[in-house]
């Protein structure tokens, strides 16, 4: 039938089908017990599917319920769980069944998707068994057989499966068993019934079944006997016991008495009495002639009687009469409680206190009787304590274990004592002991060692860092003070650096920190308790210092302005790329602080030279022509890497020539200053000259011959580098030192630098112009005698590139 009840054709079904199944995919399928709460979790959709929430919902997913109004679950869009929506009984959707399964379509739009969901609905023990009603009347004659059945209506159970009724319980009693087959419940009679013992008999039946947690029905059976025949009255037993306490208030009932006559009404009526007893035995004792009752009407002392016995009779309506007899033991009562006394008590007790150590002498006395007055004492709780007897009713406290006033610093040690009566009576006692604290924990600090960074050039007083322990004794005890040990940093005391505050343990800087002049340092702080002998722990503090970029580049070729005069001398052949200078500097500082760069800032042709941006070497961009000036004159500055970056600046003063006699006059390129003194030095200069010209020749002669030296060019200037340009951390030291020994210059005194202290030593690099390219001069040229000499000094730089000359 479609949905407006036609019928359809077979073709036209068929093509429909094979139409939907492109529509439909894959089914769900989820598993969950019944009665849920509303909104509960059965399983993600969107998750299942491989969707997002997203998707679900501008899909406008849903559930369509077939064949029911209700609809179970639903699609929380938020998430795209699939949860409960309303509750869900198993038993009212699919009965008895043992499969419970609720289909429903999950449809998708756009495009249109259909997926079939199935909802298998577990069942839980939700139902107890029950039956038809709360009583089942039966009449049986007494004169019944042995083994005769009688069927009983069987329970009723909702549940299925093992939370149906598994099992049927009979209350115990004399004349009925239980026989349960599959389809029945039966009572058996074991014992044949006696009017005259029972009239009514009742017993429960109860239903349960096999669920977790297991739920179960009851019912009442009541079996009323019908009478045979007559008997005379008879007692229950011949002999009637009962036993009771002194003390016990007048009016209680001591024993009931009973006899049975088989006749009805009159005849079956029976009268109880006592029989012979004593003037003492009548006041102490009452019967009520209808029920049998014996009750107190007396004074019940066990000191005086602890026994009383006597006869009763039952009579009849035609007066048959029938004996037996009673007997009445009176038992002590133990109405007194064991009552603790603390005899002596240590307290506080040192923790430190050796094992069974006795703190304390505890006595127990009871005022009963016998066992009633036997009292045995404990202590209940778990404590470092126990109790040890001693003489009759006394015992000593005892320590059993180590004390730790740390972990446990008062105890509430509870004694009971407890009689041997029946009932026991006890009584307790709470003793409170505290534990006195000795010195037994040094303070401990909370880690093992600190570490403490600082810039340098702090300001006096600053906090480094700060250090703490604990030290759990008590009061002074565990009252911590922290100070520094002695010791020695950079061959100062140690105190002269740092501080630390005895209370809190806070560490301060005393004076500014140079990081230049060292970079770390430890000290030891020491916590040390008040205790009497103090304990104590110390701990190492590591005081990292941090470079500042608080100085400049130090530039220490070409010198500094104002001391000897130096200018390097460019052959006219040289080509571009011809290395003619370099410019050498340090800085004190580490780290990117110390990375230099090489700037030209001022040259008179711009064009011509270029400097090494890590190097510092100065070459020739392009080859010399004539029209280039003959006096050069370039200004390098020289910056760190640091923030705010410092730098220097240096003059560099170059003559492209190939002949000093080229150049028109050196005082040209000279300073200003000092003329008169520098005229001084030429004449001091001509006669040394003259002196010992022919010596020099010599010497120099000499040593060009033995190491077949080519002759080197004369430049109007020294390289070398002034051991007073060094910094004092810079040791010109043959290979450590912080300037590669590659680059070595030659260098000439002119006329104004003989005041200039130099460090010469014999190194020299023939690599500063090519081979090919180097001048020959003539023994013209050497008509001033001028002494060579090669300098090369190494000088740091943090930059491997930077590494000079």
Known sequence: MGDNGFLLSPILCFSFFIVALHFVHGDLSYSFPEEMKRESVIGNIAKDLGLDQKTLSSRNARLDFVGTRKRYCDINMKTGDLITSERIDRESLCGKKASCVVNVDLVLENPLQLHRVSLHIQDVNDNSPKFKTNLIEMEISESADKGNRFSIEQAHDADIGQNAVQRYNLEKNENFILAVDRNKVELVLENKLDRENEKEINFLLTALDGGSPQRSGTVVIHVTVLDANDNAPVFSQDVYKATVPENSPTDTIVIRITAVDADEELNGDVIYDFGHLSDDDINVFSMNRQTGEIKITGIIDFEETSLYEMRVEAKDGLGLTSYAKVIIDITDVNDNEPIIYLKSLSDPIPENVPLHTEVGIINVQDTDSEMNGQVRCSIQQN????????????????????????????????????????????????????????????????????????????????????????DPDWR???????????????????????????????????????????????????????????????????????????????????????????????????????????????????????????????????????????????????????????????????????????????????????????????????????????????????????????????IILGVRFCHRRKPRLLFDGAVAIPGAYLPPNYADVDGTGTLRSTYNYDAYLTTGSRTSDFKFVSSYNDNTLPADQTLKKSNSDFTDPFEEFGASDEVGNPNTSNHGS
């Open 383 to 470: 404590v470092p304590f126990k109790l040890v007897p001693s003489i009759k009713n006394y015992y000593s406290l005892v320590t059993t274990g180590q004390l730790d006033r740390e972990l446990v610093s008062d105890y509430n040690i509870t004694i009971t004592a407890t009689d041997e009566g029946s009932p026991p009576l006890s009584s307790s006692k709470t003793v409170q002991l505290s534990v006195a604290d000795i010195n037994d924990n040094p303070p401990v600090f909370e880690e093992q060692s600190y570490s403490a960074y600082v810039t340098e050039n702090n300001k006096p007083g600053s906090t480094l860092c700060s250090v703490s322990a604990r």
């Open 476 to 698: 002074q005890n565990g009252t911590v003070i922290y100070s520094l040990l002695p010791g020695e940093v950079n061959g100062a005391r140690v105190s002269s650096y740092v501080s630390v505050n005895g209370d809190t343990g806070v560490i301060h800087a005393v004076r500014s920190f140079d990081y230049e002049q060292f970079r770390s340092f430890k000290v030891h702080v020491m916590a040390r308790d008040n205790g009497s002998p103090p304990l104590s722990s110390n701990v190492t503090v590591s005081v990292f210092i941090s470079d500042v970029n608080d100085n400049s580049p130090q530039i220490l070729y070409p010198a500094p302005e104002g001391s000897s005069f130096m200018t390097e001398l460019v052959p006219k052949a040289a080509h571009g790329g011809s290395l003619v200078s370099k410019v050498i500097a340090v800085d004190a500082d580490s780290g990117q602080n110390a990375w230099l760069s090489y700037h030209i800032i001022k040259s008179a042709d711009p064009g011509l030279f270029s400097i090494g941006l890590h190097s510092g070497e100065i070459r020739i961009q392009r080859d010399i022509s004539e029209s280039d000036s003959m006096k050069q004159n370039l200004i390098v500055a020289v910056k760190d890497n640091g923030q705010p970056s410092l730098s220097a600046t240096c003059s560099i003063y170059l003559l492209i020539s190939d002949n000093l006699a080229e150049v028109p006059e050196l005082k040209d390129i000279s300073y200003d200053e000092k003329n008169s003194k520098l005229t001084s030095y030429l004449i001091i200069a001509l006669v040394s000259v003259s002196t010992f010209f022919l010596t020099f020749i010599i």
